[in-house]
Structure formats: C-alpha cells, structure tokens
C-alpha cells in the first residue's frame, strides 16, 4: 500500500490520528525489522502455502490486460491481433479517410484452461492518414492520460473497489512500424518520444516480409540506432529475475520483432500452419526462420505479461500519480526535507486555499467600493450636467418669453394706435359727413327761394 493510501486509512480513524503518524509507523517498522530474528519451527504450521493461496485467489478473481496497437492504417494490426490470441476478434477495416485520429477500444473476455483474462485492444484509427500529421500523437497520449486519471480518481475515493475496478491503463504499446527498409519516419520517432513515459514501447515491423532479409538486418540495424539517437526509451524485457534471464536478455537483441500476421491456415506437410501463400512460396507465420512472431508471443503473453503490468503500475503510473499529486500541492516532504502526513499537507493546503480566498474578496471588496465611486463620480458628473443643461433651458426660456412678451407689447402698441387712427379717421369723416350735409340742406334752401 503506498503512503498516499495508508495516510487517507489514517484519517478515516483507522491509526491514532498525529502529525508525524508516518514517520511514526515508519520508525516503528524500522525497529521491528531490526529486533527480527529467526527461530526454528517445531513442527509444520502452514504459512508455506501461501504461494497456493496467491494463486487460487488470481486465478478466481480472473486477470485483465491491455494492449495499444499504434501505427498507421494498413499495416496489419488487426490481423496480428487474431493471430496473437488466435481467434477473430469484431472489427471493421479502417479506411483512409478519417478527419483525425480517433481511438477505438474493444473489450473481450478469453478463457484458456482454468484462467479468465479480460483482454482489451485499442487502436488508433486514422494515425497517419492526414496531410497535416503535427498533432497526431496528441489524441493517443490524452486517451492514456484519461485511463490513469480514472484509476487515481477510483484510488483516491474515501470508499475504494479496486479489487472489482476495471484496469483500463495501458500495458503495452505495440508500435507498428512500415517496412520501408530505409529509416524511421519523423511521425514515429515523434510519437514514440511523447509516449515512452506513459506506456511500454514495444516496437515492431509489420509486414516483414515485404523486405528481404539482408534488408531487414540492416532495418533493425537503423531503427535501434534512430531510438537511441533520438533518446526514445523502448522496453526491456527485464533480465533481474534468473529464471527467465538468458531469454529475455537474449530477445532484447532481437528487438524490432519482425512479424507477420495471418489467421489463414494451410497444409504444409502433414500439419496445418498459419502461413501466407504467395507466388513464389509460402510464408509460414510461426517460423522463426520466416519471421519474429514466435519470439513477440513467448516474450508479450507468456513469458512478460504480468511484468509489463506491473511496470505500468509501479513506473508509468506511479510517474502520472506523482506529478498530478504535486500539482495539487501535496508533497512527501517539508521545505527542511521533514516527512509530510496527507493531514499536514491538507491543512496547508486548506490554509493556502483560505488565504487566497481572503486575499481574493479583500480584492473584490475594492474593486467594488471602487466601481461604486467611480460610478458616484459618473453620476454626479451627469448630475451637474443635467443641472447645467437645465440652467441653458430655463435661462433660454425666460429670453425668449421676454422677446415674446415685449413683441406682444409692441403689437398692442401698434393696435391701440391703429384703433386711435381708426377712431379719429371716423371722427373726421362723421364730421365731414355733417358738413356736407348742412351745405345741402343750405343749397336747397337757396333754390326755393
């Protein structure tokens, strides 16, 4: 159990809960380890079967493996993966049209003998097929990215089901590589590069019978020395364990696997072989002086399966874990290299996170009393100049009722003179009117005399 783990068991009560509690089980297993010593046993007691034990429980509980199949379109990945497990697994050929890189993941459940192994295959559909392949590598490191990330939520779950969770981390990575017979293309040295810290490289030249033999030695030849140069870090089988040394020490020689895939079945002689017929002979796929897929059997599914597991578990994992854990600002040590528990880090964590939190609403708090001044001063500024406007109005106004009142005044004037005329012209003509009337009156009486 890792540390991480062990530290959330002791916050949910199941260890006195203290500030040092891992340096404190820590010294206390030290000392254990020290005092230990050996005795004889009297008799037999049966701890000895706890190898048996392991094994039953493996074998009940059934196993999981999962395999990437990364190379372009074409290169025989499905094929090879019937041929593997020997069986036909569902699956539409992938055409070249594809706008981008799509990953497609199968899940299969296969019994051989007495074990259950639930086998996933995923496989990039598209890589390859673009004009523009700059970021095809990105969709292939984000989905392995997303299957850690899923298995880190899954273990840092108060309640965890991990013994009944469904491992969808990559194990192995099978890097098809077209037999070009000349160098690596800059497409896989610059996927293998961005993938060789997340997944265990395996690669492989498909099709290698397009090329012939001298031309294949050399090919190995160039694509181990192209890794090399360009620092990509493939895996090893690994040669620790004596039992299966010398052969994994002898087929890391042989890495790229040269391999060719076929679930047709021929006669040749008197047995029935997995081969290629073409026109000038027959490839046999299980040859090993045709090709390396015997070799990439033993050493990806009978001799190296669980390592390749636990090489996924303990480096690749464990490297995503890490990384992700810092981000999230918890940490093992103390700036004096001090053991850190999960409840110290959460504690300052928490305490970072309150600071900010304060620091964040003393922000906001100014910013609002300043846009409250501001937006006072805004208003106070129309304020002053409705005011203004309203003087203009108002003082524009009184102007023009003074023009009207002394144009009103004038036109009064200009009447009541008028009426004056009026009436002193109607005076004189009444006037005129009567003396012209008495001279009449006088004229007549002239005539009757």
């Known amino acids: 159990m890792g540390h991480f783990a062990l530290d959330q068991e002791l916050l949910r009560g199941d260890e006195p809960d203290s500030p040092s509690v891992c340096s404190f089980l820590a010294q206390r297993a030290l000392g254990r380890e020290k005092c230990c010593r050996t005795v004889p046993l009297a008799g037999h007691v049966g701890f000895d079967s706890l190898p048996d034990q392991l094994v039953n429980k493996s074998v009940s509980q059934g ?19 019937d041929t593997l497990f020997n069986t036909k697994f569902e699956g539409e050929p992938a055409t070249h049209t594809q706008p981008g890189v799509q990953l497609r993941s199968n899940t299969y459940d296969l019994q051989e003998s007495n074990v259950g192994l639930k086998l996933t295959i995923v496989s990039t559909v598209g890589f390859g097929d673009q004009i523009n392949k700059e970021d095809s590598y990105k969709p292939i490191v984000e989905f392995i990215d997303a299957q850690f990330e899923a298995y880190l939520q899954e273990e840092l779950k108060i309640r965890r089901v991990l013994h009944t969770y469904h491992d969808s981390r990559i194990h192995a990575c099978l890097y098809f590589i077209a037999p070009t ?26 099709k290698s019978d397009a090329i012939s033999k001298s031309e294949l030695t050399k090919f190995k030849i160039k ?3 192209e890794l090399v140069n360009n ?22 020689a042989h890495l790229p696997f040269a391999v060719i895939g076929s679930t047709e079945e021929l006669k040749i002689g008197n047995k029935m072989m997995k081969a290629r017929q073409y026109p000038w002979g027959t490839v046999q796929v299980e040859n090993e002086a045709h090709c390396d897929f015997v070799k990439l059997r033993e050493m990806l599914i009978r001799v190296n399966m669980e390592d390749l597991r636990e090489q996924t578990h303990s480096r690749h994992y464990e490297l995503y874990r890490r990384c992700k854990l810092e981000e999230m600002g918890f940490k093992d040590t ?18 970072e996170f309150l600071g ?7 922000e906001m708090r100014q910013m609002f009393v300043q846009r409250v001044k501001e937006k006072e001063a805004e ?62 009156l006088k004229r007549d009486k002239e005539k009757k005399k």
């Open 63 to 81: 196993f999981c493996f999962n395999i990437l199949c990364v190379g372009e379109t074409g290169l025989g990945k499905s094929t090879l993966m």
């Open 181 to 206: 017979g000349h160098s690596l293309k800059s497409l896989d040295l610059v996927t293998m590069k961005k993938l060789d810290s997340k997944v265990n490289i395996i690669p492989i030249i498909a």
């Open 223 to 225: 694509i181990t020395s």
């Open 231 to 252: 620092g990509v870090q493939i895996y090893q089988f690994p040669t620790d364990d004596e039992s299966v040394a010398e052969i994994n020490g002898t087929m890391n």
């Open 334 to 351: 103390d700036p004096d290299s001090k053991p850190f528990s999960l409840q110290e880090t959460y504690e300052a964590k928490r305490n």
């Open 356 to 362: 900010e939190l304060q620091k964040k609403e003393e």
């Open 379 to 440: 208003l106070k500024e129309a304020e002053k100049e409705l005011h203004e406007k309203f003087d203009r109005l108002k003082k524009l106004h009184q102007d023009e009722k003074k023009k009207l009142e002394d144009k009103k005044k004038s036109l009064d004037d200009e009447v009541n003179a008028f009426k004056q005329r009026k009436t002193a012209a109607e005076l004189l003509q009444s006037q005129g009117s009567q003396a012209g009337g008495s001279q009449t």
